[in-house]
């Protein structure tokens, strides 16, 4: 199967910066769009950033000019920048991709990781 896996996470000051990383392994014959979701308590998951395997971009509003979605294909891995943190913020932030196993079954699946704890603090 394939998995994902998050890093990065932590603890940061308002106006920091933290790295996400998203690292995918596995019985993997391709990764298709990729995106970063964040789910706060009592609130629902939302999508932070998405990427394509072409490498279009789209951002939730509350993050754009602050969070840069990444891809190295090479990796199989995403990345989201995040920069200039609010406390607002503060969410798990999870993994998402598409995938395609690799043989014998070259399945569609839905990916995701175990999500990352970003906390911003004031």
């Known amino acids: 199967q394939v998995q994902l896996v998050e890093s990065g996470g932590g603890l940061v000051q308002a106006g920091g910066s933290l790295r996400l990383s998203c690292a995918a392994s596995?019985?993997?014959?391709?990764?298709?769009?990729m995106g970063w979701y964040r789910q706060a308590p009592g609130k629902q998951r939302e999508l932070v950033a998405g990427?394509?395997?072409?490498?279009?971009?789209n951002y939730a509003d509350s993050v754009k000019g602050r969070f840069t979605i990444s891809r190295d294909n090479a990796k199989n891995t995403a990345y989201l920048q995040m920069n200039s943190l609010k406390p607002e913020d503060t969410a798990v932030y999870y993994c998402?991709?598409?995938?395609?196993?690799?043989?014998?079954?070259?399945?569609?699946?839905?990916?995701w990781g175990q999500g990352t704890l970003v906390t911003v603090s004031s």
């Open positions: 990427i394509t395997s072409g490498g279009s971009t």
């Open positions: 998402n991709a598409g995938a395609i196993a690799g043989s014998p079954l070259y399945r569609n699946l839905e990916v």
């Open positions: 596995g019985n993997i014959f391709k990764i298709n769009a």
